[in-house]
């Protein structure tokens, strides 16, 4: 068990200490909540930064695998349960983050595959 303050970044740390009968609980600057990554500053870069390896996952181990497939719905069932599924938890959170390019940029790259479009297509 953690307990994790929320404070602005130019606030002064104070020390606090929470426990019972000599036992306390440490406090943390991260944690996992509901499947999210939130730091102390409420800030999503290390949400975003562990979603990147699954999206990359996704993005070669299924979605370039099965891209000979002529049906374009299967494709798009691919994307959708192993992409989009990600991508969408928790996006109300993290969407305004600063650090969400490296994520839109996986999708559109992965639009692209699924697609047959070039490169810089838009």
Known sequence: ??????????SSHSTSYIGYKE?????????KFLGLQIDNHINWKNHTEEMI??????C????????????????????YVYFHSVIKYGIIFWCNSSDNGNIFTSQKKTIRIQAGAQLRTS
């Not at 036992?23 to 944690?31: G, L, M, P």
């Not at 390896?53 to 996704?58: V, Y």
Request: glycine residues 0%; aromatic residues 6%.
């Open 23 to 31: 036992k306390y609980i440490s406090k943390a600057v991260n944690t």
């Open 53 to 58: 390896p699954k999206l990359c996952r996704a």
């Open 60 to 79: 070669y181990d299924a979605i370039c695998s099965m891209v000979h497939i002529r049906n374009i719905n299967t494709v798009k069932s691919i994307y």
């Open 1 to 10: 068990m953690n307990i994790m303050k929320s404070v602005t970044k130019n």
